[in-house]
């Protein structure tokens, strides 16, 4: 599967997305960990974009993660995954038996009907999750590594994304998920690390604040 160049979105609710062109757009992945939604505002918009929606969850807790898929989304992107018993426990919470112990219910996914199998990607973006990937991609379950640069160059003590270190280790990280046969992927929102980056099943082009910025910079910066 390859989900291709996918927007970042943090602040956008549905009536924006509903208005704005998404061709182009591979997939939309909604920020519950930085940015500004709470996980029913999936649920809007879901209903108004046919765009597959990746869900960066808030954290590794069961009962979220639960509630995220919940929505209906076509997936979760994980965040800070250090080890193979951390993603093994991701998968528990997020498949139901036999592969894992998630719970059904009458939510909207299960109602209104949802992917079938949905995605689980696992963010590296720590030292730990880098020293640890090949468990990681290794963990039956896990669907996809996907590659948090800026919090990889803090980690590594490293000042940007595009310093070799940095750059190297998202080669290593993208390496492993091909070696496992699992989707690749990584966050960029710049344009020098596009440059640098392999090539990848899916890549956060950029947020909707900076595609935001863009437009007015375009329309009203002096020239
Ligand atoms: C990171 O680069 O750390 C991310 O989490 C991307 O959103
Ligand atoms: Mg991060």
Redesign the pocket.
Known sequence: MTLGRGL?LTVLGPAALEALPTAGVGWLGV?LQ?GQYEVVDLLDLLRVTSVPVLA?AASHDPAHLARVLDTGVAGVIV?GVGGGEEAAALVSAVRPPPEGGRSTGLSRSAVVGAPERPLLLA?I?TRDGLEAVDDIAGCPGVDGLFV?????SLSLGRPSVVDEEVVAAIGTVIRTARSHGLLAGA?SANRDLDRLLPELDLV?VDTDVAVLGAGMAGLFSAT
Not at 148 to 152: S, V
């Open positions: 970042w920020d930085h960066r965040p963010m973006e948090g640069p800026y919090d990889l966050f956060g």
